[in-house]
């Protein structure tokens, strides 16, 4: 009998990889890791840094408020100190509700490649 083996995370990941999952270009990333001290990839002698998936949460924090709420550097850091458990929530919330309009525009897409768009 075969057990069913869970999909393995990553323990880290380069900052392309980051970039890619974020939707972010590699500057911006290490210039949010000087703005936000919340953001901190561990780094080897060489200067390499290795992103944990704490450090991934901490990056879409951090674009949530920037480019989906478009507060500034200042605003974002200030929400962050404040309250930063109730922006972790709406983090949440917002990226599965995400997550759902993603997988409702591919229901959309396969219901229209069927020639069934009447229903949208």
Do not use: C
């Amino acid at each position: 009998m075969k057990l069913k083996k869970e999909q393995e995370q990553k323990l880290y990941y380069s900052i392309k990889e980051v970039a890619q999952l974020v939707g972010l270009n590699t500057p911006t990333l290490r210039y949010w890791e000087k703005e936000f001290k919340e953001i901190a990839p561990e780094k080897n002698r060489k200067g390499i840094r290795f992103y944990r998936e704490e450090d991934v949460r901490q990056i879409r924090l951090v674009y949530y408020l920037l480019k989906v709420r478009g507060m500034t550097l200042a605003g974002a850091r200030q929400k962050l100190k404040d309250n930063k458990d109730d922006t972790i929530n709406q983090v949440e919330i917002y990226y599965r509700l995400e997550h759902i309009r993603v997988e409702l525009l591919s229901l959309i897409d396969a219901l229209d490649a069927y020639g069934r768009n009447s229903f949208v």
